[in-house]
């Protein structure tokens, strides 16, 4: 829990998270590419749960809906269940090392991606395989960056 | 009693039952809005354009490393590149000039007989160019985005092409974007024709860029590799007569009771930056209407 959190950070850290969830990254890689809104609600709702939470994530979630094209709701509602476990263990997470964070994130995002998948197989999308995963497994390997460039500039900002 | 303790307790422990109520909550509201999304489609259209209007920055901003490249692609042109580029152009314009001479007279002689014939249809389709602002960030929907939207007049159901052919179909409009679904992705279908006789079928998407899949041939049908297959005009979404792909490889296997073949796409898909949308012929609404179109994009491959 940061003493102090920049709260223009948070926006401009979710446009980037928007922007780099469409562009940006190499087509021919695109199974591969991290989670990066799930990345910023699991770093807000982790650093300052108090004052982000589920509504919020559910909100942004909406957002990647209206980006990626999907059924308006699947993506809000896997956010807001990565900001209910975070809100559920962030006081364990608090103690755990780096690399045993970096499991918790595989963890979380996956479950989001599980969810993911799962309600648009229910909607009628075609995709087989565990393909789906990798974004959890890259983000996890995104995390150690991700964490430790938004506390610096939150400390500078905050 | 110091009064910072009190507040440090406090916000550890705000948290208690009330997150898990939220979530109840807002998974209630998603379930109603997938459900509506996708069996009501009229009911979210104006939430979903609402958020693709206010989310164009995002998607302006995601092109703009891309514009901001072609920019100093630009600015690096020799005066050379651009004289034989100039020249090029102006061979292939004499080119199509011939070609379109030939295409009026065709046109107004069709036009002609048409008249006689007492049909309604225009030959002609009014088309807007756009350009392609962006791709589908899920790796396993064949989407695009494009710059013009509502504002231009578009609508859901409008037929995209490139310069070769088909590309797919809008799906949905915002302000100043759409987003377009290409025939490669698996919930696309498109009804065609094979150009040398006239059978009729339906030529699906399965997620794969470089081709797709001509359904439900009988063993005996006359179709070979080579055959330009053109949109036949059927159910009323495509105009007739655009090219979609074309066939290259056919199997054969006994015991099954159709032939698989599959068709090379002749649009571009991944690599065309300027379409072009075509409008519906406005005097032809009469009859669209009775004919009530089938909705082109199918639930499922198979």
């Given amino acids: ?13 979710v446009i980037v998270a928007l922007v780099l969830s469409i ?9 591969f590419r991290p989670e990066w809104l799930g990345l910023v609600v699991f770093y807000w709702t982790f650093r300052a749960p108090a004052q982000f939470g589920v509504l919020l994530a559910w909100c942004l979630g909406l957002m990647l809906d209206s980006l990626e094209g999907t059924a308006l709701g699947v993506n809000a509602a896997a956010m807001a269940v990565v900001a209910f476990l975070v809100l559920a263990m962030h006081q364990r997470l608090r103690m755990y090392p780096l690399p045993q964070q970096c499991l918790v994130v595989f963890l979380i995002l996956g479950t989001n991606q599980m969810l993911v998948h799962f309600l648009k197989q229910m909607v009628g999308a075609d995709s087989p395989g565990f393909v789906y995963l990798w974004p959890a ?6 995390w150690p960056a991700v964490t430790a460039v938004l506390d610096r500039l939150n400390r500078k900002l905050g | 009693m110091i009064p910072w303790e009190g507040l440090t307790i406090k916000t550890i422990f705000v948290q208690g039952p009330v997150p898990g109520f939220r979530l109840i909550l807002v998974m209630l509201i998603s379930a109603a809005l997938i459900a509506a999304d996708t069996r009501f489609e009229h009911l979210t259209a104006p939430v979903r354009s609402t958020l693709a209007t206010g989310l164009v920055p995002v998607h302006w901003l995601g092109y703009a490393p891309y514009r901001f490249t072609d920019w100093v692609g630009e600015l690096l042109v020799t005066r050379g590149d651009l004289e034989e580029e100039n020249e090029e152009l102006k061979t292939r314009l004499l080119i199509l000039e011939r070609r379109s001479l030939k295409y009026a007279a065709l046109a107004a002689e069709n036009n002609e007989l048409r008249r006689l ?3 309604s249809e225009a030959v002609d389709d009014r088309v807007v160019i756009s350009e392609v602002v962006g791709v589908s960030p899920d790796p396993f929907s064949h989407e695009i985005i494009i710059n013009r939207g509502a504002n231009d007049g578009l609508e859901a159901g409008q037929a995209v092409l490139d310069s070769q052919g088909l590309m797919g179909q809008i799906t949905q409009t915002s ?3 759409s987003r377009v679904l290409l025939v490669s992705d698996s919930s696309h279908a498109v009804p065609v024709e094979v150009v040398r006789n006239g059978l009729r079928y339906v030529l699906l998407g399965n997620g794969e860029r470089d081709h797709l899949d001509l359904m439900h041939v009988p063993d005996t049908a006359d179709i070979r590799e080579g055959d330009m297959l053109v949109s036949s005009g059927l159910g009323g979404r495509f105009p007739r007569g655009y090219p979609v792909a074309r066939v290259s490889d056919i199997v054969k296997e006994p015991g099954e009771p159709f032939v698989r073949i599959k068709a090379t796409p002749k649009a571009r898909l991944n690599q065309s930056r300027l379409v072009l949308v075509v409008f519906p012929p406005e005097n032809e609404t009469g009859s669209q209407t009775e004919a009530e179109p089938v909705a082109a ?4 491959g198979d």
């Fill in chain 1, 23 to 31: 562009s940006l990254f190499p087509v021919d890689w695109l199974a």
């Fill in chain 1, 137 to 142: 497994a890259t983000s996890a390997i995104a």
């Fill in chain 2, 117 to 119: 014939l007492n049909s």
């Fill in chain 1, 1 to 13: 829990m940061l003493s102090v959190i920049s709260y223009p950070l948070f926006v401009v850290s």
């Fill in chain 2, 175 to 177: 302000q100043f974007t």
């Fill in chain 2, 297 to 300: 994009p199918v639930g499922e």
